[in-house]
């Protein structure tokens, strides 16, 4: 008897395949709408971008609450709750990197970088387009009482008022989307004059909008006898024709100051300075760029890193520089005085002179009175007009001495691993065992002259009565030395 067929028993059913996870897509679809207000103008992209940076934390907390949602669903219903996937994991990644860089960006200071690299109101405007504005502000400036000016960013040209008030023009950039949205700010930015006591202050108030890019120039008209204070962060500062005393502290701009009768004081910050026609003194001090001062009937100081040029022309009543390099005091400059990170010249110079550099080349002409002079990996030149006691040092270059050929003096000067070489007979000089000597006295005596060297030579050459060395004067044969071997210049430094 045949078996019966057995049919096997139905295969289960797979289980059912948990839902598809909302949080991707309700993310994008925010992300989507936002951006389509964007396109269409309704939001600004830099407020959009603004907001990104500071709340792009609550997409990743919409995101959990969705998925939260979702598992508590999946409990209820005895099913398995969908995990995040792959592709979510990259979106998270994307969106995480982007809201990080985002942040950063937002917390750069990119006005300072603006200023920095010295843009112009039209370079990578991005995030809109630049609207002009003019203003004319004017009330009475009391009798006896300063001015305080402060301005953020923009120029200030400060000149004299035919009467007794203070007259401000303003000229003012504004960077925005739209027309409507730069007229708001230019009213929450206007300038303000204010007086408390003896004190008139003037405010660009460039941050009177908010964090918007706002740029106001600066042409006010006082009474001449006014002292005057600026403040600036970026921006030009020029004052012409004050009576009172004059003090600017500026960054980024280059400042400039014309006849002026009172003292005039500059604090200055990758800056720089052309100061002129001043009847008292002059103080200058911080980080400097290009600085030139001349016609000055006070005293002039200088304290700070100057990265340029300084030019300094007729000076009445003393000099003092002090730097990273370079410490140098004399009493007056009736000539011009050129210093650069390499070379320093100047005439008519009168001392006490103290001179103590290193990394120079120095040339100075027609000096009278004391100097002393340290340098180092520099040549030294002194063309003396008016005898007093010099002491020259100097390390890894020459020194050249030009005195006037009836001048009465008196020499001690060494020198290692060099020679002397002097027009002079009577001294006495010796040039053996890579050492030079000369000693004595020039016309019955006088002044000392006091010179050491190493690696270099010493030279005390006849020069005429104002100064200018002598074409054809005889030289005192030095006995032959042996050659040695060159010593290598140390590369100069950059700052002054």
């Given at each position: 008897m045949a078996s019966p067929v057995q049919t096997p028993p139905p295969s289960p059913a797979p289980p059912p395949r948990p839902p598809r996870s909302l949080a991707g897509p309700v993310v994008l679809i925010l992300l989507g709408f936002v951006f389509?207000?964007?396109?269409?103008?309704?939001?600004?992209?830099?407020?959009?971008?603004?907001?990104?940076?500071?709340?792009?934390?609550?997409?990743?907390?919409?995101?959990?609450?969705?998925?939260?949602?979702?598992?508590?669903?999946?409990?209820?219903?005895?099913?398995?709750a969908r995990g995040i996937g792959a592709g979510g994991v990259f979106l998270l990644i994307v969106?995480?990197?982007?809201?990080?860089?985002?942040?950063?960006?937002?917390?750069?200071?990119?006005q300072e970088l603006r200023d920095q690299m010295n843009m112009n109101d039209g370079d990578f405007n991005f995030f809109g387009h630049t609207y002009s504005y003019s203003d004319e502000l004017a009330q009475d400036f009391p009798a006896g009482a300063s001015l305080r000016v402060t301005n953020d960013r923009g120029a200030v040209n400060v000149t004299v008022a035919t009467d007794n008030q203070i007259h401000v023009t303003v000229r003012k950039r504004i960077g925005a989307e739209s027309q409507q949205n730069a007229d708001e700010w230019n009213k929450s930015t206007r300038p303000q004059i204010t007086v408390s006591g003896g004190v008139v202050a003037l405010n660009a108030n460039t941050h009177g909008g908010g964090d918007h890019w706002v740029t106001t120039d600066m042409d006010v008209a006082l009474p001449r006898n006014a002292p005057l204070v600026v403040s600036t962060r970026?921006?030009?500062?020029?004052?012409?024709?004050?009576?009172?005393?004059?003090?600017i502290s500026g960054q980024h701009g280059d400042v400039e100051v014309t006849d002026v009768k009172g003292k005039v004081l500059l604090h200055l910050d990758h800056s720089s300075a052309r100061v002129a026609q001043v009847a008292a003194d002059v103080s200058i001090e911080g980080r400097a760029d290009d600085v030139s001062v001349e016609d000055v009937k006070g005293a002039v100081r200088l304290d700070g890193d100057f990265t340029e040029n300084l030019k300094l022309g007729k000076i009445a009543n003393g000099v003092s520089f002090k730097s990273s390099r370079t410490n140098m005091q004399f009493a007056r400059l009736d000539g011009d005085?050129?210093?650069?990170?390499?070379d320093l010249q100047a005439d008519n110079?009168?001392?006490?002179?103290?001179?103590?550099?290193?990394?120079?080349?120095?040339?100075?002409?027609?000096?009278?009175?004391?100097?002393?002079?340290t340098d180092a990996n520099g040549a030294v030149e002194i063309h003396m007009s008016k005898m007093g006691?010099?002491?020259?040092?100097?390390?890894?270059?020459?020194?050249?001495?030009?005195?006037?050929?009836?001048?009465?003096?008196?020499?001690?000067?060494?020198?290692?691993?060099?020679?002397v070489q002097t027009d002079f007979g009577d001294l006495q000089v010796d040039n053996t065992n890579d050492r030079g000597v000369a000693t004595?006295?020039?016309?019955?005596?006088?002044?000392?002259?006091?010179?050491s060297n190493e690696h270099g030579t010493i030279e005390i050459r006849k020069a005429s009565s104002d100064g200018s060395a002598?074409?054809?004067?005889?030289?005192?044969?030095?006995?032959?030395?042996?050659p040695k071997p060159p010593t290598p210049r140390v590369p100069q430094e950059t700052d002054n």
């Open positions: 389509l207000l964007g396109t269409m103008g309704v939001l600004h992209w830099f407020m959009l971008g603004r907001w990104f940076a500071h709340y792009w934390p609550l997409l990743i907390i919409l995101w959990g609450i969705i998925k939260l949602v979702e598992y508590q669903q999946a409990q209820s219903s005895g099913r398995r969106l995480i990197v982007f809201g990080l860089i985002a942040t950063q960006a937002a917390r750069f200071n990119w970026h921006g030009d500062v020029s004052v012409t024709g004050r009576d009172g005393d004059v003090e005085l050129d210093l650069d990170s390499g110079v009168t001392g006490p002179l103290r001179l103590e550099t290193r990394s120079k080349d120095i040339r100075l002409g027609a000096v009278s009175g004391d100097v002393h002079l006691s010099v002491q020259v040092e100097n390390r890894q270059g020459d020194i050249q001495i030009y005195v006037p050929d009836k001048a009465k003096f008196q020499v001690d000067a060494h020198v290692r691993n060099g020679e004595g006295t020039v016309g019955g005596g006088g002044p000392l002259l006091t010179l002598n074409a054809g004067v005889p030289k005192v044969p030095a006995p032959p030395r042996p």
